[in-house]
């Protein structure tokens, strides 16, 4: 008998169809003689309207009223599923965060999970009952309701699967697993059966919308198994484990392409100590993310300072320059915020050399001028031109062969 958590986000419960269909997947593995704890998102778009009507009452909401007002969209998704459940013919129970002891700090909208008391899941599995949790919320110490930040089921399932010590933990969810790219953008892409911990990482803080980052964090330290699989048809999906020595062989899993970053520029200022640190320390002043910089050297001595901002924050970002301006003697500041990051990931980076030539060379034969480039132990970035952003993807999906079957781990 193995303990399987199970769980399904907002798009596979969107409606009573879909909860059925759910349901049907939690009492297969339960026939199958596991024990099952299945978390559930709330339907559809249901926090995104939660959070509208807050809107439409007021533009400053008291987050812990926010929280108490969206935590109920999960409250009514575990019902509906203990219920669909329940007509399936088996046991089920459902509980919300409090309930089963999701204990969180009190940073209302964004809480840590602090701890866990699973005595009462256990002793619900032991009686032979399917567990339905409420996912994204808890409770903090003063019992007021916490939520876990946007997409925080995630992070519900995987902590219950780390505490419960769960032989695996399924994230169902509307796509097929994770692909080498994005297939709107690629339509070559392929869907991976295997990635490491630390490449889904670095691919959904690079965009893949797949899993919360945070809960990726949380499986890869308490070494959750982890499965990502459609709810729609029965495909397997990626597994989500620490790499293994045959997936350095891949040398890249993955491409992807965002968009939601802008590019500040700031030319001519003296090259001389302090001004990075003056421009920089008003960027943390603003509240202002920055990602990549990229300082060079003019002539005479003047310097050119770029770097990217989440599109977001180039508001914020231009006016603080603009403060400066007179201060850090700069010439010119301005913005450009049509930039695409490209980007490739793969654990085999560490051990293979040639990679960013491989990456450059197959923008070069596009005539795709790389602005700027950043690179991680397992990642190489580009920011380019953001109307060649499609065609720059498929080049370096075509120059890494992402496409062809049989590579390792796909
Ligand atoms: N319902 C919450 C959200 O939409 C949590 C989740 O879906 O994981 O962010
Ligand atoms: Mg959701």
């Known amino acids: 008998m193995e303990l399987i958590v199970q ?17 049907q997947r939690v009492a297969q593995s339960f026939r199958k003689g596991n024990q099952v704890v299945a978390v559930v998102s709330a339907c559809g778009q249901t926090t995104d309207e939660l959070f509208a009507l807050a809107e439409e009452i007021t533009d400053r909401p008291s987050t812990r009223e926010l929280d108490m007002l969206v935590s109920t969209g999960e409250q009514m998704s ?13 046991d089920a129970i459902s509980f919300t965060g409090a309930q089963v002891g999701i204990v969180t700090d009190s940073q209302h909208t964004k809480a840590r999970i602090l701890k866990i008391n699973t005595k009462k899941i256990k002793e619900e599995l032991d009686r032979g009952k399917i567990v339905v ?22 992070a519900t399932a995987v902590a219950l699967a780390a505490l419960l010590k769960a032989d695996l933990c399924e994230i169902f969810t509307d796509v097929d697993g994770i692909y080498t790219a994005d297939p709107r953008i690629v339509p070559e892409a392929r869907k991976l059966d295997r990635i490491s911990y630390d490449e889904l990482l670095e691919l959904a803080s690079l965009g893949a919308k797949v899993m919360q980052a945070r809960s990726i964090e949380f499986a890869k330290r308490y070494n959750v198994p982890l499965r990502v699989r459609p709810c729609f048809n029965n495909s397997e999906g990626t597994t989500i484990c620490q790499e293994v020595r045959e997936m350095e062989e891949n040398v890249v899993s993955g491409v992807t392409v965002t968009k939601d970053e802008a590019k500040v520029i700031i030319r001519g200022i003296p090259d001389r100590p302090g001004l990075a640190a003056r421009i920089f320390r008003e960027m943390a002043q603003s509240n202002v993310n920055v990602d990549m910089i990229i300082q060079n050297i003019g002539t005479h001595g003047q310097a050119n300072i770029t770097f ?19 201060e850090i003697c700069a010439q010119e500041v301005s913005a ?9 990931v793969g654990i085999g980076m560490r051990s293979h050399c040639g990679i960013a030539e491989k990456m450059f060379h197959a923008l070069a034969e596009e005539e795709i001028n790389i602005q700027m480039i950043s690179t991680s132990e397992i990642k190489i970035s580009c920011i380019i031109d953001e109307a060649q952003a499609g065609r720059a993807a498929k080049a370096v999906h075509k120059a890494f062969g992402l496409e062809r079957p049989g590579r390792p781990g796909s």
Do not use: W
């Open 7 to 23: 769980k399904f986000g907002g798009s596979s419960v969107a409606d009573a169809e879909k909860i059925k269909a759910a349901a």
């Open 78 to 90: 575990i019902a509906l599923m203990a219920m669909a459940i329940h007509a399936l013919g088996h």
């Open 133 to 154: 949790v409420a996912g994204y919320q808890g409770v903090d110490a003063y019992n007021n309701i916490t939520t876990l930040g946007r997409g925080g089921s995630d």
């Open 308 to 326: 990217t901002v989440p599109k977001a924050e180039l508001d914020a970002a231009m006016e603080a320059v603009r403060k400066i301006q007179g």
């Open 336 to 344: 450009d915020s049509n930039v695409a990051k490209l980007s490739v």
